[in-house]
């Protein structure tokens, strides 16, 4: 079965600093990877999504997120944070030999704290 | 505006009583979902919609009830419930249910508390 780890349960960074949040997988093949965000009081958010192709990918309000097989990672990145980015970021994945929504796996989330 | 409405944004209730969660999409999705997001925990997938068919339901116990009368509607009825249902619950829409081409588009959560 398919499952995310997001090790850090919460980061705490400088306005203007630069942020990466880490996201592991384990799944025996090609997954389907996304982040989302939740800010206070609100729904998820898709940040990004990576299918296949090109393993960096861009998403909205600055973040980028790098897909590496060996590491089995999915880190997300943005390199000047903003106080309004402070909110739960949640990484998931999919399964790709079926791409249901169904078997779509969330992590536990990190809190983002921006520090003025 | 997320294009996802859930109502009433808090809901406080006796373990006796009964009330219903409503979600309504208005972005022509066909597929609809609950999701329950508890406090430190990843989400749980509850009940899944299709085309106002329900084509999942992840061993969610009978105390909570769906309805989808339409693709735009959703319900999630309550009665009986225990302490530890209380969460924050999500509604969720896509286009069709494989996530590679039709993402989830979430509203934002209905907080309930049972007393």
């Known amino acids: 079965a398919q499952s995310v780890t997001q090790p850090d349960i919460h980061i705490t960074v400088s306005e203007g600093a630069s942020l990466e949040l880490r996201c592991n997988y384990s799944?025996?093949?090609?997954?389907?990877l996304f982040w989302y965000v939740q800010s206070p009081g609100q729904g998820l958010q898709l940040l990004l999504k990576?299918?296949?192709?090109?393993?960096l990918v861009q998403g909205i309000k600055g973040f980028e997120a790098e897909f590496k097989r060996s590491q089995s990672s999915f880190n997300l990145r943005k390199p000047s944070v903003h106080w309004s980015d402070a909110a739960e970021y949640f990484c998931?994945?999919?399964?790709?030999?079926?791409?249901?929504?169904?078997?779509?796996?969330f992590g536990s989330g990190t809190q983002l704290t921006v520090l003025p | 505006e997320t294009g996802v409405t859930q109502t009433p944004r808090h809901l406080v209730m006796g373990m006796t009583n009964k009330k219903s969660l409503k979600c309504e999409q208005h972005?022509?999705?066909?597929?609809m979902y609950w999701y329950k997001q508890s406090a430190k925990k990843p989400l749980e997938l509850m009940f899944v919609?299709?085309?106002?068919?329900?084509?999942e339901n992840n061993s969610v116990p009978s105390r909570f009830s769906p309805e989808c009368p339409n693709s735009s509607h959703l319900f999630l009825h309550l009665h009986t419930l225990q302490p530890e249902d209380s969460a924050l619950y999500l509604c969720?829409?896509?286009?069709?249910?494989?996530?590679?081409?039709?993402?989830?588009?979430f509203g934002n959560g209905t907080r309930l508390t049972v007393t």
């Open positions: 969720a829409s896509s286009l069709g249910t494989t996530v590679y081409n039709s993402p989830l588009h």
């Open positions: 799944y025996g093949a090609t997954p389907y």
């Open positions: 990576y299918f296949s192709g090109d393993t």
């Open positions: 998931a994945v999919g399964d790709q030999s079926s791409g249901s929504a169904r078997q779509l796996t």
């Open positions: 972005l022509g999705h066909n597929a």
């Open positions: 919609y299709n085309f106002k068919e329900q084509t």
